[in-house]
């Protein structure tokens, strides 16, 4: 069993800069790909934003953030932490931490068993 417990969620101006936090406890961080969704308002699924695999090796990000968000991991600390930075009213939303152990690419919701209880992050324009 894996809890997640985000933090670093807040209201911004447009172009400003946050960075979440997903504190893992109970299994060993590295174990697990380690992925953020967000949930906007008014909308039912959630979206992929970007993930790392258990390795940290690798990352891939939505196509709407790259080049703006970086996902990084620290497993000594079972920290993940997603650097949002250049921050649009378009990325207003609840921001989910996800962990699985399933190895891959996994950017869809129903391929991950442990969530957090997301972070709202509130950009103004």
């Known amino acids: 069993q894996v809890q997640l417990v985000e933090s670093g969620g807040g209201l911004v101006q447009a172009g400003g800069s946050l960075r979440l936090s997903c504190r893992t406890s109970?299994?060993?961080?590295?174990?697990?790909?380690m992925a953020w969704f967000r949930q906007a308002p008014g909308k039912e699924e959630r979206e992929f934003v970007a993930l790392c695999t258990w390795s940290g090796r690798t990352t891939y990000y939505a196509d709407s953030v790259k080049g703006r968000f970086t996902i990084s991991r620290d497993n000594a600390k079972n920290t993940v932490y997603l650097q949002m930075n250049s921050l649009k009213p378009d990325d207003t939303a609840v921001y989910y931490c996800a962990a699985d152990s399933k190895r891959g690419i996994l950017t869809l919701p129903h391929l991950y068993e442990y969530w957090g209880q997301g972070t709202q992050v509130t950009v103004s324009s």
């Open positions: 109970g299994r060993t961080l590295s174990s697990y790909g």
